[in-house]
């Protein structure tokens, strides 16, 4: 196999990862003010505790990953969308203090208030970064040349907004799992309210990305993508149908195997959309990527790091699974 699609694959992957298990932790965070006492919001932040540190193990990989093995990526992007991807960093920061600081503080309300708005900055800074890279960048001889205000549009507002309702849907499918009596019942109603959201949004972005990015519409209608390009929008609604039907059964694990399945048919049609660009709309993966022979020395490391993070993710969920109480919160 080339290895540069191979790399792609594996950043990809990573990359998909840390969308979907940060995602509950950041959609948590969104839904912190709905819990109405204080042994409820304890419930909540005990969901979450066990499992943090390894969910954000994915966007240290993930980085490291694209430094490595597409450094022209990794360079343009850093400079096209450094205002947005700063504010992301800031808010995880935020959150994560807040997160540890309340565990132990005696007025627990103004770290409340800053768990929910550090999650809130870095799921919207999260959208705007994708906006920017979905909006096409300007680049010259592999590298940036536009202005540092590029990624600011209408597209990319409206795509920070709809990853808000995404995260929601996640965390409330997960919270369905790991809780019971009232948080439970809600979050059956909030993961409802979030799914139609979604599904709203997706439709939005798939008839404005053509219309912002034409060369997507000739992608999906060219040779041989159109045979297989719109599966993923049907794989999408039948995921949203039988999500639907499970939360109105009140089933808990099928939930979010139905919501990660939505996330997995929006990011699959927008890679597949946009193949073979790296940084849309003039670098192709082949030229983003390094020399083969720092792919192939990079990927003995691949090897044997990933199956050890794969392996500590899969036990800290096996150590911890069932349901949780408050009283686990205060690590």
């Not at 505790?49 to 450094?71: E, K, R, Y």
């Not at 920061?93 to 708005?117: H, N, Q, T, Y």
């Not at 083969?292 to 911890?320: H, M, N, Q």
């Amino acid at each position: 196999m080339d290895l540069v699609v191979l790399w792609a694959g594996l950043v990809a992957l990573v990359m998909i990862l840390y969308v979907v298990l940060d995602g509950i932790s950041l959609g948590v965070g969104l839904l912190f003010p709905t819990a109405r006492e204080e042994s409820e919001k304890d419930i909540l932040m005990g969901s979450i505790a066990p499992v943090w540190d390894a969910n954000q193990t994915w966007l240290v990989f993930g980085g490291g990953a694209i430094f490595a093995s597409f450094p022209v990526v990794y360079g343009v992007l850093s400079s096209a969308l450094y205002i947005p991807l700063v504010a992301f960093l800031a808010g995880l920061i935020f959150r994560g203090v807040a997160f540890e600081f309340r565990a132990s503080g005696k007025r627990k309300g103004p770290w409340d208030k800053a768990f929910f708005l550090g999650s809130l900055v870095a799921v919207f800074s999260q959208g705007l970064t994708l906006g920017g890279i979905l909006s096409g960048i300007s680049v010259k001889e592999l590298h940036f040349a536009g202005g540092p205000f590029d990624w600011l549009n209408p597209f990319s507002l409206m795509v920070g907004v709809a990853l808000m309702p995404g995260y929601i849907l996640l965390a409330s499918c997960y919270l369905i799992i790991k809780t019971s009596g009232s948080v439970q019942q809600r979050a059956y109603q909030q993961a409802r309210k979030a799914a139609w959201g979604v599904i709203f949004f997706m439709a939005v972005v798939t008839v404005w990305t053509p219309v912002h990015y034409p060369l997507v519409m000739t992608n999906w209608f060219s040779i041989p993508r159109i045979y297989y390009v719109w599966a993923f929008p049907v794989l999408g609604l039948v995921c949203f149908g039988a999500l639907l039907r499970s939360l109105k059964k009140k089933q808990e694990k099928p939930p979010l195997i139905w919501a990660v399945g939505i996330f997995l048919s929006g990011y699959l049609g927008l890679a597949v959309s946009f193949y073979p660009f790296a940084i849309p709309p003039t670098v192709t993966l082949w030229e983003a990527a390094s020399q083969k022979e720092t792919l192939s020395f990079l990927l003995w490391g691949a090897v044997i790091v990933l199956p050890v993070v794969v392996g500590y993710l899969i036990y800290s969920y096996a150590v911890f699974r069932g349901k949780v109480s408050g009283e686990l919160y205060g690590h």
